[in-house]
C-alpha cells in the first residue's frame, strides 16, 4: 500500500461544477498535510495548508479527518484556469514528506 | 525577494556524461530538499540538507548521485555517468526551518535529458 494514494483521475467537470477530491495517507503519526497544484510541465505550488479543524480560501476548502486517515479538497464554483494536476502532501518529519502522485483535474467550458 | 532559482532549466547530456544541478533556497531559507519527478508520475523525495549537513539521503540512488549544501553558494545536485533513465525533471525546494508547518517552496526545475 502506498504511503499517500490519490484518485489519478483525470476529473472531467463543466465550468462552474462543484469537484472534490480525496486523498488517504497510512501513517498514523503524520504531522502535517497540505495541497499543491501543478500545472504542465510546472513546479508545485502550494494552494493551501489543511489544519485540524478545516479552512478554507475563497472557492477551496481543505479538511482533515484523522481518525479515518484522509484529507479532502473541495474546488466550489470551479474556473477554466483550475484545471491543473492537484498533489497531496503529507509531512510525517521534517525529512519524511510524502508526495501523492497527483489528482488530474480538466475544467471544461 | 526571489523565489526558489534553479539553474540550469534545461540541460541534456550524453550517456556517461555528469550532470550538474543548482539550486538557490529562498532567502532566510536554510533547508532544501530535492526531489525526482519522471513524465506522468509524482514526485520522488531524494535527498534533504541543511547548510553543510546531508539530513536525509534516503531517496538517492547509492550509486553516481551526490548532494551538498555548502556554507556559502547554491546547493548543487551531482549525478555522474548519466543514462537515459536519468532523463526526468528534477526539483528543489526549500523551507525555513524544521517546524513541522513549515511549507516548502519549490523553485521551477530542471529537465534533464540523457541522450
Known amino acids: 500500500r502506498k504511503e499517500v494514494e490519490q484518485d489519478p483521475g483525470p476529473f472531467n467537470v463543466p465550468e462552474g461544477a462543484t469537484v472534490a477530491f480525496n486523498c488517504t495517507y497510512s501513517n498514523s503519526a503524520s504531522q502535517s498535510f497540505f495541497w499543491y497544484r501543478q500545472d504542465c510541465r510546472k513546479e508545485p505550488k502550494l494552494l493551501m495548508s489543511v489544519y485540524s479543524s478545516g479552512n478554507e480560501d475563497g472557492r477551496f476548502t481543505a479538511q482533515l479527518n484523522r481518525a479515518s486517515q484522509y484529507i479532502s479538497l473541495l474546488i466550489r464554483d470551479s474556473k477554466l484556469s483550475d484545471s491543473a494536476t492537484y498533489l497531496c502532501?503529507?509531512?510525517?518529519?521534517?525529512?519524511?514528506?510524502?508526495f501523492g502522485s497527483g489528482t488530474r483535474l480538466s475544467i471544461r467550458p | 525577494n526571489a523565489g526558489v532559482m534553479q539553474n540550469p532549466r534545461h540541460l541534456v547530456r550524453r550517456r556517461g556524461q555528469e550532470a550538474r544541478l543548482r539550486c538557490s533556497p529562498m532567502?532566510?531559507?536554510?533547508?532544501v530538499y530535492w526531489y525526482r519527478q519522471l513524465p506522468e508520475e509524482g514526485l520522488k523525495f531524494m535527498v534533504y540538507l541543511q547548510k553543510e549537513n546531508i539530513i536525509d539521503e534516503s531517496g538517492m540512488p547509492k550509486e553516481r548521485f551526490s548532494a551538498e549544501f555548502p556554507k556559502e553558494g547554491p546547493s548543487i545536485l551531482r549525478i555522474q555517468q548519466v543514462v537515459r533513465g536519468d532523463s526526468a525533471a528534477y526539483f528543489c525546494a526549500s523551507s525555513p526551518g524544521r517546524d513541522q508547518q513549515n511549507e516548502q517552496f519549490f523553485g521551477p526545475g530542471t529537465r534533464l535529458t540523457v541522450l
Open positions: 502532501v503529507v509531512k510525517i518529519s521534517a525529512s519524511k514528506i510524502i
Open positions: 532567502k532566510g531559507h536554510s533547508h
